[in-house]
């Protein structure tokens, strides 16, 4: 067990849809990362939060929001579902911000199905 | 930008046998190097990181890799496999601290380890 919570476990929404994932990161853990992992494209890197702040971004989709609340847990947004979004979505967080000095733990994912 | 390439999406070996998994990076900086391995329906779990220092990294579950900046690699090397090794493996890169990405990681597309009795 990592410490990262994420909920759900398993989303099953239509296209058009729009759904929110949620992140608890590890106690006393500054900083959050969303990945997603498909088939396709194998697991890349969307967005980054450090103590409630953007602080990097990466392939995230104008679709796709993202952001953490002052108790430092953290929610993934997702509109206008397509097919092409069925992934499974990870989140990591980690003490700080200094590359990788600071290792990110990974929570178990929600499995997201666009049908 | 960096990417990491995994040769050999899947690998098949003998129980007791060595397992290598092949990992070759590319980053304009000195790179901050990890490998992860991921469980059926389970989250990703750290093996082992390079940062600085020594080039021969040891992790958990008997798991090394060598960083060798001459040829961009980092091969991940268990002499013995055990069954429970069988899982999926990733190597992923990260800027050392400076960088603008923050720690973010880039992953290879995985190397999917068997193990057979």
Not at chain 2, 66 to 86: I, N, V
Request: overall charge negative.
């Amino acid at each position: 067990d990592s410490g990262v919570t994420q909920t759900p476990k398993h989303l099953i929404t239509a296209t058009g849809q729009r759904v929110t994932l949620r992140c608890s990161p590890r106690s006393g853990d500054l900083s959050v990362y969303w990945y997603q992992q498909s088939l396709d494209q194998g697991l890349q890197f969307l967005i980054q939060y450090y103590n409630g702040e953007e602080r990097a971004k990466g392939n995230i989709l104008e679709r796709f929001s993202a952001q953490q609340f002052p108790d430092l847990h953290s929610e993934l947004n997702l509109s206008s579902l397509e097919l092409g979004d069925s992934a499974l979505y990870f989140c990591a967080s980690s003490a700080g911000l200094a590359g990788g000095l600071y290792e990110q733990y990974f929570g178990p994912g929600t499995r997201l199905t666009v049908t | 930008a960096q990417s990491v390439t995994q040769l050999g999406s899947h690998v098949s070996v003998s129980e007791g046998a060595l397992v290598l998994l092949r990992c070759n990076y590319s980053s304009s900086v000195p790179p901050y190097l990890f490998w992860y391995v991921q469980y059926p329906n389970q989250g990703l779990q750290l093996l082992l990181k390079y940062t600085t220092g020594a080039t021969l990294v040891k992790g958990i579950n008997g798991f090394e890799a060598e960083f060798k900046k001459s040829e961009t690699s980092f091969h991940l090397t268990k002499p013995s496999a055990h069954m429970s090794d069988a899982a999926e493996y990733f190597c992923a890169v990260s800027d050392n601290a400076g960088g603008t990405s923050y720690g973010k990681l880039t992953f290879g597309q995985g190397t999917i380890l068997t193990v057979h009795p």
